[in-house]
């Protein structure tokens, strides 16, 4: 692949997301974790991806709760999780 600088342009793109998924990348025991999270649009195709790591006192708390690391990635990013219960009530 070829690599060009071009000159900065701004883009801003307004899209909606309803899905995440996060898997684990990387783990250095005893010291963090890293994770990749990827988000998904409404019509369910990929929006962008991006990598979370837990270090310090949010690793020491995490104990492999993957409750607590969606919790921890969601009070980071702004995201609220709909319970299961409440997806099965949502019209397509």
Do not use: H
């Not at 994770?35 to 104990?63: A, C, H, M, P, Q």
């Amino acid at each position: 692949m070829t690599s060009y600088t071009i000159e900065s342009k701004q883009y801003t793109d307004i899209s909606e997301v309803s899905d995440i998924r996060v898997g684990l990348s990387n783990l250095e025991l005893f010291v963090k974790a890293e994770f990749d999270v990827r988000l998904l649009k409404t019509d369910g195709s990929y929006y962008k991806s991006f990598n979370f790591i837990l270090e310090g006192d949010d690793y020491n708390n995490w104990g492999n709760s993957d409750d607590y690391v969606i919790n921890k990635i969601c009070e980071v990013y702004g995201f609220v999780i709909i319970p299961p219960e409440e997806t099965s009530n949502i019209a397509p």
